[in-house]
């Protein structure tokens, strides 16, 4: 008989409607730590907080630290406060000789059935909405990066900055064409000499307007190094610092392969640099939406959602700021709606044997692009 009341109450949707608004209203998350070990969640080793003040980052922070075996994670719910509801709800008659067979049913049922399943569903959904919250966070920061100002007109030396393995430089001209690249060491003192000959030899060989330097591994070094040489040249020549995340995603990448053939993997990571500083969005959406770092957790989320949301967000940057037919490269182009990756190479593809467009209706010549597509 106590079997049979505890799995009533456990399957009452009512009750567990309002035993999950109680728990979320007066329940919190205690962390402990599982290990002695010192790591990145030492800071929850001893951490309570209420579950309507927990913020996504956090909920998100402390599950990877569960599921890496640092925490042990529960909620903790005041009992009095949630068998005073089921009493009220399920005792009828207080002096009732069956009144304690009850209460006991009420009291097992919360412990071994209401409980646990509670607590699995609300931190189902405190991950959700903690997902949806980053997810947001991620494609508002990918949609301001996507659409930071270009810099047209400017010839761009691209600087991937290195220690054992050199600098590696890229010069590229107003459209992006690769002019020339370049391999110097500027942090072994005993060719930093050669490397300042390199560089000023390239600036001035191909009117060089802006040194963009990336963010990585020796930056700082690289930095030290451009501006001591943009003091010494007589051409007025300017230098940033440009984020080069994800531009060894997209060097390694087949795109960039079939790019340039011709340069290792370092080489495309310079072009992509200083392409990047010419026009963030044409650049950038080469590479994958998740590798360009501008969000938190990528790797616990929903990655279907995650990319589903991204590309939407490249997608409408992409349209809402245009491509120039006549310059935009396949992977720009099969964002524009109506075309697909297939007709987006078909379009290039036509352009690089029919010379530039000279209308928009010359689209309907395309291979595979017909009406439907143009419209």
């Known amino acids: 008989a106590m079997d049979i009341i505890a799995e009533d109450v456990s399957d009452n949707a009512e009750y567990r409607k309002a035993l999950r ?8 998350m205690t962390v402990k730590g599982a ?3 010192d790591s990145v969640y030492s800071m929850y080793y001893d951490f309570n907080e209420p579950l309507k003040k927990l913020p996504g980052h956090r909920i998100l922070a402390i599950n990877r630290g569960e599921k890496e075996e640092f925490l042990k994670v529960s909620l903790s719910v005041p009992d009095e406060t949630v068998l005073g509801y089921l009493y009220n709800q399920v005792i009828t008659n207080p002096k009732s000789p069956a009144h304690g067979y009850v209460t006991a049913a009420v009291d097992d049922s919360y412990a071994r059935l209401i409980a646990p399943s509670i607590e699995r569903e609300i931190r189902s959904d405190l991950f959700d909405n903690a997902c949806e919250g980053a997810i947001k966070v991620f494609s508002d920061n990918l949609g301001h990066l996507l659409m930071q100002p270009p810099l047209k007109g400017k010839v761009v030396l691209g600087f991937d900055p290195g220690y054992a393995h050199g600098c590696k430089l890229a ?15 500027p942090t072994i003192p005993p060719r930093r000499e050669e490397a300042a000959r390199v560089v000023r030899r390239l600036i001035n060989k191909w009117g060089v307007d802006v040194v963009a ?13 451009i501006a001591g040489i943009l003091k010494e040249i007589d051409r007025p020549c300017k230098y940033i610092i440009v984020s080069e995340a994800g531009a060894s995603n997209y060097s390694a990448s087949e795109l960039a392969a079939e790019e340039f053939p011709e340069f290792d993997v ?8 200083a392409r990047r500083l010419q026009d963030p969005l044409a650049e950038l959406v080469k590479i994958d939406p998740k590798a360009i770092g501008v969000g938190q957790y990528q790797h616990d989320m929903p990655q279907a959602r995650l990319s589903e949301t991204l590309e939407n967000v490249v997608e409408d940057c992409v349209n809402a700021d245009g491509a120039d037919l006549n310059t935009a490269s396949p992977a720009l182009l099969g964002y524009i709606s109506g075309l697909t990756k297939t007709t987006a190479k078909n379009v290039v593809a036509y352009r690089e044997e029919n010379g530039a467009f000279r209308s928009r209706k010359e689209l309907l010549k395309v ?5 439907k597509a143009y419209e």
């Open 21 to 28: 608004t109680l728990t979320f209203e007066y329940g919190s």
């Open 35 to 37: 290990k002695e070990e």
């Open 171 to 185: 010069v590229v001209n107003r459209t992006g064409k690769v002019l020339d690249t370049a391999v110097i060491y």
């Open 213 to 225: 330097i990336g963010n990585g591994t020796a930056s700082r070094e690289s930095e030290q190094f």
């Open 266 to 273: 370092m080489q495309r990571s310079a072009v992509s640099i």
């Open 367 to 371: 291979p595979k692009l017909g009406p």
